[in-house]
């Protein structure tokens, strides 16, 4: 079993990014599990095709790609993501698109496929504070995650794929005030579990929990 993990470099003035600190101190097999780390940049269309090119070369099973979320203060395992790009800020080579479709041939939106509600019970039952999230938002995550899903459609067809959202780590927090932050070492122990549930679920059907919160 191979899986592919992706981090995104920092962006809108954060000098570091959790993602890929996180995906970099996680080992190149666990159990049976060979993994594949990569960095991308936090820029829309070159982000996809570099995710592209490591599809090609590793040829994993699942590709599970990882970003912060900023105020967040669970990890979130996306459901979703949609055909479109809307930038709230300019990505790291200053690109700002403004509803500008991914792909023209691509479906309005993708449902993730990893065991989505697995994750998050597997999460929870390790003290991980997890949920389920319904927006990806319109950056560069729901970016990577729409193309993923989308080459995991219309290429690879055996590729499992989806998103995981995690919070900023504490050293980003020390002058935001009131901001919610997660461990680094509780956001690797996070993906580890992320990676083995992955696996087991492979081509299997996800539990049946409710994934539905108020807001
Ligand atoms: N988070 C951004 C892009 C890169 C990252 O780590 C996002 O949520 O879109």
Do not use: W
Not at 4 to 22: M, R, Y
Not at 108 to 117: D, E, R
């Amino acid at each position: 079993m191979r899986i592919l993990i992706t981090g995104f470099d920092s962006f809108g003035g954060e000098n570091i990014n959790p993602s890929n600190l996180a995906i970099n101190k996680l080992p190149n097999k666990l159990k049976n599990i060979e993994i594949k780390k990569v960095t991308l940049p936090t820029v829309f269309k070159e982000s996809s095709a570099i995710l592209e090119e490591n599809i090609y070369s590793f040829n994993p099973h699942i590709v599970i790609c990882v970003g912060q979320a900023g105020g967040r203060d669970k990890i979130t395992v996306e459901r979703v993501a949609i055909n479109i790009d809307d930038a709230r800020i300019a990505d790291n080579k200053n690109n700002s698109p403004i509803d500008e479709p991914i792909r023209k041939d691509g479906e309005t939106a993708y449902f993730s496929t990893l065991p989505i509600k697995a994750l998050v019970a597997e999460l929870t039952k390790n003290n991980i504070p997890a949920a389920i999230s319904n927006t990806a938002g319109t950056f560069v995550c729901n970016h990577i995650m729409y193309e993923t899903l989308y080459l995991s459609k219309t290429k690879f067809n055996n590729i499992s794929a989806g998103f995981i959202h995690i919070p900023y780590i504490r050293e980003q927090v020390k002058n935001k005030p009131n901001t919610p932050f997660m461990e680094l070492e509780m956001i690797i122990d996070a993906l580890k579990i992320i990676i083995e549930t992955s696996a087991e679920f492979y081509q299997r059907n996800d539990i049946k929990i409710t994934g539905g919160y108020e807001h």
